[in-house]
């Protein structure tokens, strides 16, 4: 069972969701709020697995707020709620701890695959936008293979540390850590972390 809750200044959408949840067997809406002051006490009251996380909230960015929450709250999955397709908006929800984006104009009958695929994989970014900054996403510079964030993390790699501990380590939240290993693999067409490693190697880049 994949317990949500909703925090979106918008009626339409909680109910939307909620109404989800009640056909869709292995989901449970469990509260929302129309209010970003709330959300932390939603999320200690209600312990669900995911929260959906309107982007915007009466004007307000909830960017600062996702960071806050997957801080407080990190055994829960964020998923931001937008209408905004901008790659740069996913970016700064990455930064900010969000394990998923979605975008508002998804059909509710694809949204129980995509909570499926979020607490399974652990990410779930909206493919119209994650293509493109897959693509951007630490790109080195000047041809180089990998930026110095990237090689930071490949070298926690090779010395066989997981994503928390890499996490940990760099001050940044472990669903950044996995949004740069998903980047450097698609960018160089590899399949396991520990060929990154190898190629790093490869390229005298690891010590």
């Known amino acids: 069972m994949i317990r949500f809750c909703v925090v979106d200044d918008h009626q339409v959408i909680r109910e939307g969701l909620s109404a989800m949840?009640?056909?869709?067997?292995?989901?449970?809406?469990?509260?929302?709020s129309e209010h970003l002051r709330e959300a932390s006490d939603l999320l200690a009251t209600a312990k669900p697995d995911v929260l959906f996380l309107d982007l915007r909230l009466n004007g307000e960015s909830s960017i600062d707020t996702c960071d806050a929450l997957s801080k407080?709250?990190?055994?829960?999955?964020?998923?931001?709620?937008?209408?905004?397709?901008?790659?740069?908006?996913?970016?700064?929800?990455?930064?900010a701890g969000a394990a998923g984006y979605i975008l508002k104009d998804t059909s509710t009958q694809l949204i129980p695959h995509m909570l499926r695929e979020l607490t399974t994989s652990g990410t779930?970014?909206?493919?119209?936008?994650?293509?493109?900054?897959?693509?951007?996403?630490?790109?080195?510079?000047?041809?180089?293979?990998?930026?110095?964030?990237?090689?930071?993390?490949?070298a926690e790699?090779?010395?066989?540390?997981?994503?928390?501990?890499?996490?940990?380590l760099l001050h940044v939240s472990?669903?950044?850590?996995?949004?740069h290993i998903s980047a450097m693999l698609k960018?160089?067409?590899l399949q396991r972390r520990s060929e990154l490693v190898h190629l790093a190697m490869k390229l005298?880049?690891?010590?």
């Open 157 to 168: 790699v090779s010395r066989g540390s997981d994503t928390y501990a890499i996490a940990e």
């Open 204 to 207: 005298h880049l690891l010590d």
């Open 21 to 32: 949840a009640q056909r869709e067997d292995g989901l449970e809406f469990a509260g929302s």
């Open 187 to 189: 960018r160089h067409k």
């Open 124 to 154: 779930y970014y909206d493919s119209r936008l994650s293509g493109s900054l897959l693509r951007q996403s630490g790109n080195p510079k000047n041809g180089e293979a990998f930026s110095e964030r990237e090689l930071s993390i490949i």
């Open 72 to 95: 407080g709250h990190p055994q829960v999955k964020i998923v931001i709620f937008s209408a905004y397709g901008n790659p740069e908006l996913l970016r700064q929800s990455i930064r």
């Open 174 to 179: 472990p669903h950044t850590v996995k949004y």
